[in-house]
């Protein structure tokens, strides 16, 4: 099934295309976005290379990576990008992660991004459970899980062996039983005796 655009309110999820390929090394090769990541490209043609090698792929194919731009809606600049995996024998989940560069941190982008990813997968896809893998020293990768709801379900220790040393790897999920509670909560009106409604 060939994906279709998201939208939300200020962002546009959609397939890498080769003109993102500079804006995506920038960011992708800065020490603050690549510190707890398996990939930093060596070039804007390896992303190139990478982006290319996407066109042909669909998402939910078992046993791939399927990467998605984030955009502004407003300018269509690129803000980061968002990776989403389809194990192998496990149909019923998908592993996510997030980059974002630098420049558009603290705007609660991500927050909008993963949010819009997961009614994606919950939602059009039909998954059952939804996980992130994280390095617990990535504190704002920690505390972006627990903004979009997700449980905190294991603990690793050098567990992985990524950039020259071993580390921890901190599993973050979700069921869609969970997701679907938690969005029946938000889309709860307030209490009309005074009540403040919802909010993270």
Known sequence: MAFADIETERLVLRPLRPPDSAAMF??????????????EP???AEVEE?????????????????????CRRDTGRLVG?????FPLGRDY??????????????????????????????????????FGSIDP????S????????????????????????WADDVIYAMLRREWEGRRSRHDRPASKAGGEGHGE
């Open 142 to 165: 920690l505390r972006l899980m627990e903004r979009i709801g997700l449980r905190r379900e294991a603990h690793f220790r050098e567990s992985l062996w990524c950039r020259g040393e």
């Open 50 to 70: 990478f982006i290319a090698g996407m066109a042909a792929r669909e998402p939910d194919t078992p046993g791939t990576w399927y990467q998605l731009a984030i």
């Open 42 to 44: 060596s070039s804007a």
């Open 137 to 140: 020293r990535n504190h704002a």
């Open 81 to 85: 990008d968002c990776g989403l995996r």
């Open 93 to 130: 989940e998908t592993e996510f992660g997030i980059s974002l560069a630098p420049e558009f941190h603290g705007m609660g982008y991500a927050t909008e991004a993963l949010e819009a990813a997961l009614s994606y997968l919950f939602e059009t896809l039909g998954k059952h459970r939804v």
């Open 26 to 39: 920038r960011y992708r090769s800065d020490p603050e976005v690549c510190r707890y990541q398996m990939w």
